[in-house]
């Protein structure tokens, strides 16, 4: 878990999150919350991504997409890089 390491994941770079067109045209927003297991290379393993909570079933898939595609400077014990387990909200808003 994040608490127990030195330095916490940071992220060094993202994609645009997409908003699905069908609830953006509706107006729906919503929030996804995330959990994944980053690496010691900073990505996001991809069978331990995992939607914990969600406002609309139709963010999921594009909130799962994202945090794939995700950068982060690896979390970090003693200096050397350790996985780490994450919590991740995402908001989906209009503008």
């Known amino acids: 878990m994040e608490a127990v390491v030195d330095e916490k994941p940071a992220m060094l770079s993202a994609p645009q999150l997409v908003y699905p067109d069908l609830l953006r045209q509706a107006r729906i927003e919503g929030r996804v919350i995330v959990r994944a297991i980053i690496d010691t290379m900073g990505r996001a393993e991809a069978n331990s991504i995992k939607v914990l ?8 898939e594009n909130a799962r997409t994202y945090v794939r595609r995700v950068l982060f400077r690896p979390a970090r014990v003693h200096g050397r890089a350790v996985r780490v387990l994450v919590q991740m909200p995402l908001e989906f808003r209009s503008p």
């Open 53 to 60: 909570e969600s406002s609309n079933p139709g963010f999921d």
